[in-house]
């Protein structure tokens, strides 16, 4: 009987040490759940930052921002620099003080830029530059091919002229993007002697400076076959001074860009002819991608460019803008 007692005993013991066991294993499991939902509601955070928020293209990058904070739970803070370098310097110092993950910079001057990049890449934040190289030390940068953009354009300019006429170029800001599209587009110019360059003018990539130098030029100037511009804002402006002098039927504009103005414009009919397309929404979601990858301490290539492509009134229908 006494042996029976012992036994119970001991078998009480054991279950309540069992028990136990299970309970604690249970706690931990909890925790570890508890944890695991704290690590997976914690936000990725991006800052973005662009040169004007006036410009379509750029509002484009807005809403590319705006599908990437959809598609990985993101907090994105979107910028306007308003083509102010101090200004987007201290939005870069403002990204690093609030501890952003990532940034995604669309740079206003690809060499002023360079100590922001800088203080960046030393606080351990990756920095993607989008439609265009930034000094500093960026990790990648995602852009159109605007070398084949530029050449695009020209292609299409030098085909309706039939390989002689005067010209004039409406130039824009100091970054690679814009002096890519100018080197692509003199790339082909330069085998037509025949085609001249009588004018040649900084639009500052809007319309309103665009409208003011092509008037100048357009006093200068009393016969303009064709005018190319680096965006379809100054192609806007562009096409105002033209219209204000009468001479809407004198010149044609090519551009680049695919706004939702150049649609308009090619489905309207007209002297606009033509713009080399973009796609600025695919460069925010792949330079997110990009710097996950860095963020991972996986190898990304230098530089990623998205193909262009040239629209016309005959293929307009069938271009899905932006």
Request: charged residues 25%; glycine residues 8%.
């Given at each position: 009987?006494?042996?029976?007692?012992?036994?119970?005993?001991?078998?009480?013991?054991?279950?309540?040490?069992f028990l136990g066991?299970?309970?604690?294993?249970?706690?931990?499991?909890?925790?570890?759940?508890?944890?695991?939902?704290?690590?997976?509601?914690?936000?990725?955070?991006?800052?973005?930052?662009?040169?004007?928020?006036?410009?379509?293209?750029f509002v484009a990058?807005?809403?590319?921002?705006?599908?990437?904070?959809?598609?990985?739970?993101?907090?994105?803070?979107?910028?306007?620099?308003?083509?102010?370098?101090?200004?987007?310097?201290?939005?870069?110092?403002?990204?690093?003080?609030?501890?952003?993950?990532?940034?995604?910079?669309?740079?206003?001057?690809?060499?002023?830029?360079?100590?922001?990049?800088?203080?960046?890449?030393?606080?351990?934040?990756?920095?993607?530059?989008?439609?265009?190289?930034?000094?500093?030390?960026?990790?990648?940068?995602?852009?159109?091919?605007?070398?084949?953009?530029?050449?695009?354009?020209?292609?299409?300019?030098?085909?309706?002229?039939?390989?002689?006429?005067?010209?004039?170029?409406?130039?824009?800001?100091?970054?690679?993007?814009?002096?890519?599209?100018i080197k692509g587009?003199?790339?082909?110019?330069?085998?037509?002697?025949?085609?001249?360059?009588?004018?040649?003018?900084?639009?500052?990539?809007?319309?309103?400076?665009?409208?003011?130098?092509?008037?100048?030029?357009?006093?200068?100037?009393?016969?303009?076959?064709?005018?190319?511009?680096?965006?379809?804002?100054?192609?806007?402006?562009?096409?105002?001074?033209?219209?204000?002098?009468?001479?809407?039927?004198?010149?044609?504009?090519?551009?680049?860009?695919?706004?939702?103005?150049?649609?308009?414009?090619?489905?309207?009919?007209?002297?606009?002819?033509?713009?080399?397309?973009?796609?600025?929404?695919?460069?925010?979601?792949?330079?997110?991608?990009?710097?996950?990858?860095?963020?991972?301490?996986?190898?990304?290539?230098?530089?990623?460019?998205?193909?262009?492509?040239?629209?016309?009134?005959?293929?307009?229908?069938?271009?899905?803008?932006?």
């Amino acid at each position: 009987m006494k042996n029976f007692k012992i036994f119970n005993i001991v078998i009480l013991i054991l279950t309540l040490c069992f028990l136990g066991a299970c309970s604690n294993n249970e706690s931990a499991s909890n925790r570890g759940k508890t944890d695991d939902k704290s690590n997976t509601e914690k936000k990725l955070k991006i800052g973005l930052t662009v040169p004007n928020l006036s410009n379509p293209f750029f509002v484009a990058m807005s809403k590319g921002a705006k599908e990437v904070a959809s598609k990985y739970n993101a907090e994105v803070t979107t910028v306007s620099a308003d083509q102010d370098l101090a200004k987007q310097t201290s939005q870069i110092e403002d990204f690093i003080t609030k501890k952003v993950d990532l940034i995604l910079l669309s740079p206003f001057d690809s060499a002023g830029i360079a100590g922001a990049v800088s203080e960046a890449k030393a606080a351990g934040i990756p920095v993607v530059a989008l439609d265009g190289f930034a000094e500093g030390g960026i990790d990648s940068v995602v852009m159109s091919d605007n070398v084949q953009a530029g050449k695009l354009a020209a292609e299409y300019l030098v085909k309706q002229l039939n390989g002689k006429g005067n010209i004039v170029i409406i130039d824009g800001p100091p970054v690679s993007a814009v002096t890519d599209r100018i080197k692509g587009f003199n790339e082909v110019i330069k085998k037509y002697p025949d085609i001249k360059v009588v004018a040649k003018q900084n639009g500052e990539g809007n319309r309103e400076k665009a409208l003011t130098v092509m008037e100048g030029t357009l006093t200068a100037n009393k016969k303009i076959d064709a005018v190319f511009t680096i965006n379809d804002e100054e192609a806007v402006g562009v096409q105002i001074a033209q219209e204000q002098a009468s001479r809407q039927n004198e010149f044609f504009v090519v551009s680049v860009d695919g706004a939702p103005s150049a649609v308009d414009a090619l489905k309207k009919g007209g002297s606009f002819a033509g713009t080399s397309a973009q796609f600025p929404n695919q460069m925010v979601i792949d330079g997110v991608a990009l710097a996950l990858k860095v963020i991972d301490g996986k190898k990304v290539d230098s530089k990623v460019l998205i193909p262009t492509k040239f629209i016309t009134k005959d293929n307009v229908d069938s271009y899905s803008g932006w």
